[in-house]
């Protein structure tokens, strides 16, 4: 893992008021992978007890773009993004999982899958895909 990647990335998180407000953290960055990680606590929850798919849209997203950003070495936004929800994220802990599946020039499609944790268990709720571009 390289701490400098993570530590100017979590500087990044840190210049976000939402990201502040939600408690996300850097867990890795290697090559052009990326995990993002963020305690589940009840203000995170819809009506119907599990996390609202809003977070999880905001996880795929920033995940995704950092993904892109290691891979065309710049500044990056998203462009476009779709997500999948696939089962309810009840649990603990969420991790979203990013990596670039291609790289060009001027933009980047990257993947992410994220998982909650309950009890110690990972599952699987929500896989997104989103096309980065540089923005310098």
């Excluded at 052009?32 to 809003?54: A, T, Y």
């Excluded at 933009?107 to 929500?126: D, S």
């Amino acid at each position: 893992m390289n701490q400098d990647l993570i530590a100017r990335a979590q500087h990044t998180l840190e210049t976000q008021p939402f990201s502040i407000l939600l408690g996300t953290k850097v867990t890795k960055m290697d090559g052009s992978e990326v995990e993002l990680s963020l305690p589940i606590r009840d203000e995170l929850k819809q009506q119907h007890g599990f996390v609202h798919g809003g977070v999880l849209a905001y996880l795929a997203d920033n995940s995704l773009t950092f993904s892109g950003a290691l891979a065309l070495l710049s500044n990056c936004v998203t462009s476009e993004m779709k997500i999948n929800y696939v089962r309810p994220a009840i649990g603990e802990m969420l991790h979203a999982r990013a990596k670039t599946a291609y790289s060009g020039s001027s933009q980047a499609v990257a993947t992410c899958e994220i998982y909650v944790v309950n009890g110690g268990v990972e599952k699987l709720c929500a896989i997104a895909q989103g096309t980065i571009v540089k923005t310098s």
